[in-house]
């Protein structure tokens, strides 16, 4: 990390505490209650010295994010978000049987190829496969993983469905949607197991297995919509039909009014299907009709 972005992450801290200090803990603790505040005090200084040491260690970094357009503190670098990812789908390859098409495989490719040429983290290299189960879902991993399931790629009309399918994951890879999840929910220690090379102990093979529930787990609405946003702007720029989400998620629409809702199916892991679409048009400038307003 420069000097730049540890005088920076400083400066953060040190307002941190000029504002605890200055309120007196009167937002957690009565002002007589003088255990509480040696508490907190305890728990701010544990952090900001765990925090100061691993940026003074290298493990912290600051990056640009490109997709919100700000810098944001990742627990460690893309090279080992690339390693994660690589643990996580040698992992999946051995769960699941992937379908091997030739010509599904050639066109899934061509397509993922495309968007990958023109979005927002060509430092990675993407890989695309198709999931022989009736589910209909897609998921990324971090690194530039994407999977479709043959449920999904079966409804899919045109290529610029696909491409959109394909690019919404690629936008949850660009934004590092999956690094966030896992740097919130497990912490320092474990994304360092995670990031280490090959190992099939049960401990590693147990914390690749917590992490893939965490990925699978919903996005929230603000990924969702930053993930279509992406998309939208990449099928665009690769050439394809930037209204193909509308039409995606109006057909994954009229299936959840329909299906019954399974653990792991496309609106568990992307909820908020008839908002998404109303921000997507939002997006291009189109005009919403009453049903944009009353499907929440």
Known sequence: MNERGKSSFYCWWRNVFCYFFRKRYTIFVR???TVGKYFFTGIILFFSIGMGSLFLSGCVTTEYDVATHRKDIFIYSTEKEIILGENLARHINKQVKLYNDPSSRK?????????????????????????NKDEKNAFSLPGGYVYIYKGLWDILDS?????????????????????????????YNFLMLATTQVDTSPRFLEGLSFALRQIMS???REDEFLADELATKYIKLA?????????????????????????????????????????????????LDISDYINF
């Open 239 to 287: 050439g394809f039909e930037e209204k193909a989400g509308i039409k995606v998620l109006n057909k994954l629409y009229s299936l959840q009014k329909k299906e019954p809702l399974k653990p792991f199916s496309y609106f568990k892991t992307h909820p908020f299907t008839a908002q998404r679409i109303r921000h997507i048009k939002e997006v291009l400038k189109i005009t």
């Open 107 to 131: 066109r899934i490719n061509q397509i993922g190829e495309k968007i990958a040429e023109v979005c927002d983290r060509k430092e990675l290299n993407y890989y695309f496969y198709i999931i």
């Open 218 to 220: 919903a996005y929230s």
């Open 31 to 33: 002002e007589k209650d």
């Open 159 to 187: 290529d610029d469905e696909l491409a959109f399918v394909l690019a919404h994951e690629i936008g949850h890879i660009v934004a590092r949607h999956h690094i966030k999840k896992l740097q919130a929910a497990l912490g």
